[in-house]
């Protein structure tokens, strides 16, 4: 599992241990300042890190 | 010496179930459990007044009741607040409770009730409220109001060391949120503490942290090629209207909803039930806070084998840990058995 959040410190501190930084706490996966399919290409970048920090090895947690 | 004594419409003699939707009302005499314990202080010199309220009118108009309770208290300016007690009924153990927090906070005088430990009220229950322990039923009653009077009498006489025995022997022990580390009023111990933030003195928060519990980490068995990817959010997303009523704070539920066919979640179709964030943006495009877009595109590419045919959902927001940690669990457990090998969980 990974978490995306841009409270990362919160996670970490209940003990998540893969997170990766989302956009704002009250849309961590959008950025509406963009137009619609800027907006999108940068929801898909942002989920291809999700994948890859899925995808990553963790003994200890991590904050990519 | 005037005391205020909430009871629901049944206590206070007005009626069963059928008289549930009672509005507060200020009786100025006591009855039912009232006149018990007026009797037992009547050398005290006690004016007495009653404040009726239906079960199910206290929660499903709470605002308007603690409009009428607020009205009552300016009225009656009582020395003293009692509620109850309310032994094991949930809905009446839990007006008690949420009452006796609410005047106790804003007008600064003792407030009394009284369950059984297993009603619920005792989660909802503020500092200083004393919480007499009774039986799970009415059985208890004289009991019981044995208690409330001769807490009574110690609050009467000043008699400190009385009332922490009684606290000790009688009260629920109702776990404290946070610890005052000194006798000043909270809002000069909060400026205290941001002082000596600021000038990077010593300080210790009142509330406890929250100990990191160490999860083991799951890292991917295989390759995302052959996975099933799901997504979670604590960000309350439901379909528009909320059809299974998700709590939008303090959440003791999780639901799953279809996503299969689908390409994005749209406005209108879905929107955000939490108290914990302005929702505004995503309501304006779900997939802000569940990204099936993009994980469709992904999908398309074939970075992932596939997309779980639902998201699941609850409300991360004032609940209890120990209720998320049962929430996280049971959609663990069902990921776990649909073959789900992978999840993104987006939180606020």
Same mark, same amino acid.
């Given at each position: 599992m990974v978490v995306i959040t841009c409270l990362s410190n919160v996670a970490t501190q209940v003990g998540v241990g893969r997170i990766l930084g989302g956009n704002k706490f009250h849309y961590p996966v959008g950025q509406p300042e963009l137009p619609p399919e800027e907006e999108l290409r940068w929801r898909v970048d942002l989920m291809d890190k999700g994948l890859a920090a899925l995808e990553t090895p963790l003994k200890e947690p991590k904050v990519f | 010496m005037k005391i205020l004594h909430y009871l629901n419409q049944f206590f206070a003699g007005l009626g069963g179930e059928e008289k549930a939707g009672q509005n507060a009302l200020l009786i100025p005499r006591a009855v039912g459990p009232g006149a018990v314990i007026e009797n037992a202080l009547k050398d005290r010199g006690v004016e007495y007044a009653i404040l009726a309220c239906g079960d199910n009118y206290f929660h499903e108009q709470e605002e308007q009741a603690l409009t009428a309770i607020r009205a009552a208290i300016e009225q009656f300016q009582p020395d003293l607040f009692l509620a109850g007690p309310a032994f094991n009924a949930g809905r009446y153990g839990l007006a008690c409770a949420k009452v006796c927090s609410w005047v106790r906070d804003n007008w600064r005088i003792p407030a009394i009730t009284g369950m059984h430990e297993d009603n619920p009220g005792t989660k909802e229950i503020g500092r200083h409220v004393f919480v007499i322990q009774t039986g799970a039923s009415a059985a208890s009653m004289p009991e019981s109001l044995k208690r409330f009077s001769l807490l009574i009498e110690r609050l009467l006489s000043d008699n400190e060391s009385g009332i922490e025995n009684f606290r000790a022997e009688y009260c629920l022990p109702i776990p404290r949120r946070f610890t005052a580390r000194s006798a000043a009023p909270d809002y000069v111990r909060a400026a205290d503490l941001l002082l000596a933030k600021l000038k990077d003195q010593a300080y210790?928060?009142?509330?406890? +942290?929250?100990?990191?519990?160490?999860?083991?980490?799951?890292? &991917?068995?295989?390759? &995302? +090629?052959?996975a099933t990817v799901a997504l979670v959010t604590e960000g309350g997303l439901v379909p528009k209207g909320n059809p299974d009523r998700l709590e939008s704070s303090r959440g003791s539920k999780y639901f799953k909803y279809a996503i299969e066919g689908r390409e994005d979640l749209s406005h209108g179709e879905f929107e955000a039930m939490h108290t914990g964030y302005d929702t505004s943006t995503v309501n304006k495009d779900p997939d802000r806070i569940v990204p099936l877009d993009a994980m469709r595109v992904l999908e398309k590419a074939k970075r992932f084998n596939k997309l779980h045919s639902h998201y699941f959902v609850t409300t991360g927001t004032g609940a209890m840990p120990s209720k998320m940690e049962e929430i996280g669990a049971g959609i663990a457990t069902e990921l776990a058995g649909s073959g789900v090998g992978a999840v993104i969980l987006t939180a606020t």
């Open positions: - | 210790e928060s009142e509330i406890p +942290r929250v100990e990191a519990k160490q999860h083991p980490i799951p890292n &991917l068995t295989g390759s &995302l +090629r052959n």
